[in-house]
């Protein structure tokens, strides 16, 4: 297996895979969506009808997450530094307002600390989203609809910072909001608020020209979230061999030897994602359906994009990808008569101090 350390005894970890299952921060989104393509009524008919199109047809997922929650007044001052590249970048406030100088990005992170100086160090002073889009995406669009979706959902109680970031493939702002507001409410989004922010950053993407959806995970066949940021950036490292296996690998590694030798079943959130898309497959093919019975030619052609869309299927987890090259892996071993690891096997890259023992 290319991205795991196989090596690793499965017994040694397996009581140990215990992934962490959190509620779906789009669930209530996806009940929406499914609901809607089953809907009688005109005005939500034809809403439903063009997000199903976008859906099927792939459009460009937008992407909003949490990545951190700076406490005290040094903590925030060392974000903002950050995510404004010590100058580099500017950051742009809820007034309008250009901060490049470091006098400035400190004297904001004191104004959103703790006013009870002797909490400072503990008291979550902002917190900090990221809103991204794929690679290709007009930077200055991006930044707009950001400005725009902060606007509307956060500057009538919060202050806040944006950061346009193009360092990266995926062109991104970062969006730190003052975790005390105007009148002494904390900002603590939750996961339905988060999925707000995704409807309405889409939104106003296209309404700037810029192909754009967010759709729920489960409507997608996907039935949990991505790796973390953290998790993505070990991994890289490992694959090119300046840093040993995550331990998260030699996990799942683990899981899936276990499920193959047959002792263990498949974790919780695999037979869940299952049974999520069953059920989305039957509201996808209940409205190609309904779409192939219409007069419109274009009604028809959606009906059949619906159906190829199904046909492809739910994405499978790391863990059922896991599993298969295993099952692959076992299958050429019988085929060839050998045993242990074939040579044609690619062979995970270690770092170079693991190349010595």
């Known amino acids: 297996m290319s991205d795991f350390d196989s090596s690793f005894e499965a017994g040694q970890v397996a009581a140990l895979f215990k992934p962490k299952i959190t509620a779906d921060p789009n669930g209530r989104g996806a009940n929406q969506l499914l609901r809607g393509l089953s809907s009688g009524k005109a005005q939500r008919a034809i809403s439903t009808r063009a997000r199903l199109a976008r859906v099927v047809g792939r459009a460009p997922e937008v992407m909003v997450k949490v990545t951190g929650r700076p406490k005290g007044k040094s903590h925030a001052a060392a974000h903002f530094d950050y995510i404004g590249r010590k100058g580099d970048v500017p950051l742009e406030t809820r007034d309008g307002d250009i901060l490049s100088e470091k006098d400035d990005r400190a004297a904001l992170a004191r104004d959103w600390g703790d006013p009870a100086y002797w909490r400072d160090s503990s008291t979550v002073a902002a917190v900090s989203m990221v809103f991204s889009m794929p690679a290709g995406t007009d930077p200055d669009k991006v930044l707009s609809a950001v400005r725009e979706v902060a606007r509307s959902e956060i500057a009538h109680e919060w202050d806040y910072v944006l950061a346009l970031h193009t360092d990266t493939p995926r062109p991104h702002v970062h969006l ?10 904390r900002f603590n ?101 309904r779409l192939g019975e219409s007069a419109d030619p274009a009604d028809r052609q959606l009906a059949d994009q619906v159906r190829q869309f199904v046909r492809a299927g739910r994405a499978p987890t790391i ?6 090259a295993i099952e692959r892996q076992s299958q050429q071993r019988e085929l060839s008569g050998q045993r242990g690891r074939l040579p044609s096997e690619p062979v995970p890259p270690r770092p170079p101090t693991q190349r010595k023992r």
């Open 176 to 185: 730190t909001v003052a975790a005390r507001g105007d009148t002494g409410r």
């Open 319 to 324: 863990h059922e990808q896991s599993v298969a």
């Open 189 to 289: 989004p939750r996961p339905q608020t988060l999925h707000q922010y995704r409807e309405r950053f889409a939104e106003e993407l296209r309404a700037r020209g810029v192909s754009a959806e967010a759709t729920p995970r489960a409507a997608r066949g996907i039935g949990r979230a991505g790796q973390s940021m953290s998790l993505n950036q070990m991994r890289q490292r490992y694959m090119t061999g300046t840093a040993p296996a995550p331990l998260a690998n030699r996990k799942i590694t683990a899981a899936a030897q276990d499920q193959h030798r047959g002792r263990a079943e498949a974790p919780e959130f695999v037979g869940r994602g299952r049974q999520q898309w069953d059920e989305a497959r039957k509201r996808y093919l209940a409205a190609a359906q």
